[in-house]
């Protein structure tokens, strides 16, 4: 089973930068796709970006340009780094594991993500 933990979030001042981070374990594919997603109380989740194991990142238009997805398969963590933050990046940022290519998984609006953390809290004050 695999298991995800997310660490880094908090409160920021608009402009500001924070690095999320998720350390996972359980994995058992060698191909497997990863991801991050975001969601304030009362909406719809918002992917933000994935990325294949050996493969490019993909970006969302949500925040396509401040954030940067990355992985460390030897620290099995995936990182989030957000730049330029704003008060609408207000939110609980999740991370999400799939085996397989992240293409396997993409229906054409998003990623069809079924492991998840608990998530971490991101504040962005003006």
């Known amino acids: 089973q695999v298991h995800l933990m997310e660490s880094g979030g908090g409160s920021v001042q608009s402009g500001g930068s924070l690095r999320l981070s998720c350390v996972f374990s359980g994995v058992a594919s060698s191909t497997y796709c990863m991801g991050w997603s975001r969601q304030v109380l009362g909406k719809e989740r918002e992917e933000v970006a994935v990325i294949d194991v050996d493969g490019s990142p993909d970006y969302t238009d949500s925040m396509r340009g401040r954030v940067t997805i990355s992985l460390d398969t030897s620290r099995s963590t995936l990182y989030l780094q957000m730049n330029s933050l704003n008060p609408e990046d207000t939110a609980t940022y999740s991370c999400?594991?799939?085996?397989?290519?992240?293409?396997?998984?993409?229906?054409?609006?998003?990623?069809?993500?079924?492991?998840w953390g608990q998530g971490t809290q991101v504040t962005v004050s003006s």
């Open positions: 999400a594991y799939e085996p397989g290519p992240c293409g396997q998984i993409y229906y054409g609006t998003g990623y069809f993500f079924q492991n």
